[in-house]
């Protein structure tokens, strides 16, 4: 593993524990959802293969650490962080260059719908965004081969033919979403994602459903809310190369999995106490 990768690594397991227990406001939850996130079997082997992947993931933590305060009236610099962060992780991979903007729409559609947040919160949170992200939109502009290289290289459309108008075009007809749309569900396909030893952990194909359960049924935070979108949506870039899954293309799930398998967690520990109660009486019956 690269220094830079390491260090990638480092960050997103400390802003991990940070943010782990600022949701569940809890030591001890933070230190299941830093240990869900640390145990993930894909992290250890991208930073063995492709270590670059990695360095996208500080940014993506940190944006779920910043978004979790921005809905309070006195979130002060949060918005900006958020954003921020979101920008700053378009330099980071190609794939990052689809999914952080596809972060930020979650971020303010989150927000509006549960009306979590004011307004000038989401204006400072998309205008960080811009602010960083400029730069790049700016560099795309001048060097449009680099876009070509990148689309050829991913089998996007044929760039050497079609202009970018007519490759959306390709990516939209009837052919083209459907052998996509195949591809992102294969993405959840449960023997890809838990037994294959190289995604996610065995146990988080009961944490997830019963986090997902929860978080619908009994959450209205934003933060768990966007979590379950982040989630959803993690498969999105790699989906768009109509290629077959392949475990490192989906790196963007392991924040958002943990996360939502900690809500499984907490949810599980809850039962706990109504099945002791539920058994004592039993146990009372046997006393002499």
């Not at 145990?39 to 779920?64: K, N």
């Not at 959840?188 to 359960?213: C, D, E, S, W």
């Amino acid at each position: 593993m690269t220094p830079a990768a390491l260090a990638a690594l480092t960050a997103s397991i400390g802003l991990m524990y940070v943010l782990g227990a600022r949701i569940f406001a809890s030591t001890r939850m933070g230190i299941v959802t830093v240990a869900l996130f640390a145990l993930t079997p894909l992290l250890w082997l991208q930073g063995r293969q492709a270590p670059a992947s990695l360095e996208p993931l500080p940014f993506v933590v940190g944006w779920l650490l910043a978004a979790a305060h921005i809905q309070h009236d006195r979130a002060g610099w949060w918005p900006v962080a958020a954003g921020g962060c979101l920008g700053a992780g378009v330099y980071t991979s190609q794939a990052a260059v689809v999914m952080m903007p596809l972060y930020l729409v979650l971020t303010v559609a989150v927000m509006a719908h549960a009306r979590a947040a004011p307004l000038r919160h989401v204006v400072l949170l998309a205008a960080a965004f811009f602010v960083v992200a400029a730069p790049f939109a700016v560099s795309l502009l001048r060097h449009p081969e680099g876009f070509r290289d990148t689309v050829n290289a991913y089998h996007l459309y044929d760039a050497n033919r079609f202009s970018l108008r007519q490759g959306v075009r390709e990516m939209a007809s009837w052919v083209g979403l459907t052998a996509r749309t195949e591809v992102y569900y294969d993405y959840f396909n449960p023997a890809f994602l838990f037994l294959t030893g190289r995604v996610l952990l065995f146990p988080l194909a009961v944490l997830l459903p019963v986090g997902i359960g929860h978080i619908v049924s009994s959450e209205t935070v934003p933060i768990a809310r966007l979590s379950i979108a982040g989630f959803v949506v993690a498969p999105f870039a790699a989906s768009l190369t109509a290629q077959a899954p392949t475990p490192g293309r989906i790196l963007f799930i392991t924040p958002f999995a943990a996360i939502v398998s900690a809500y499984g967690m907490k949810r599980l520990l809850s039962w706990r106490p109504s099945f002791f109660a539920g058994s004592s009486p039993l146990v009372r019956s046997r006393r002499p």
